[in-house]
C-alpha cells in the first residue's frame, strides 16, 4: 500500500525563475530537473522534497500550503525581509513560534518553530 509522501507539488508560472528563487532565498536545492519542472531538497536532504511544475496557478483561501520548520526561525525571518520576501508578522502563540511568507507567484508558504 501507500509507503510515504514522496513529494509536495506546487505551480508556479516559471520554473526557471522560481527554482533560482527558491535556491537563493531559501537554500533550497536542485535534485532533479525535467521538462516543467524541477524537484528541490529541503534541509538536510530527509524531508520530503517540494517539486515545482510551470502551469496556471488559482490561489483561494482553502488551499493547502507546506509548513517548514526553523530552528532558527528569527534568522529565517529576518533573512527573508533581507531578500525582499513578503512575510507576515511574527506570531507566538505560547507553544509554537510561525509565519507566512510568499513565493513569486504570491504561493503561501509557512515556517514555524517549537521546542522539540
Not at 517539486?51 to 517548514?68: K, M, R
Request: net charge negative.
Amino acid at each position: 500500500m501507500i509507503e510515504r509522501i514522496d513529494t509536495l507539488c506546487m505551480k508556479v508560472k516559471n520554473v526557471e525563475k522560481s527554482g533560482d528563487w527558491y535556491e537563493n532565498a531559501l537554500g533550497f536545492s536542485v535534485v532533479f530537473k525535467g521538462e516543467g519542472y524541477r524537484v528541490l531538497r529541503v534541509g538536510d536532504g530527509s524531508n520530503v522534497p517540494l517539486t515545482i511544475e510551470e502551469g496556471n496557478i488559482t490561489h483561494n483561501a482553502d488551499q493547502s500550503y507546506p509548513i517548514f520548520y526553523s530552528k532558527d526561525i528569527q534568522g529565517l525571518y529576518e533573512k527573508l525581509k533581507e531578500h525582499n520576501v513578503r512575510v507576515s508578522e511574527l506570531h507566538d502563540d505560547g507553544v509554537n513560534h510561525f509565519f507566512d511568507f510568499f513565493d513569486l507567484d504570491d504561493n503561501k508558504l509557512q515556517v514555524c518553530y517549537f521546542k522539540e
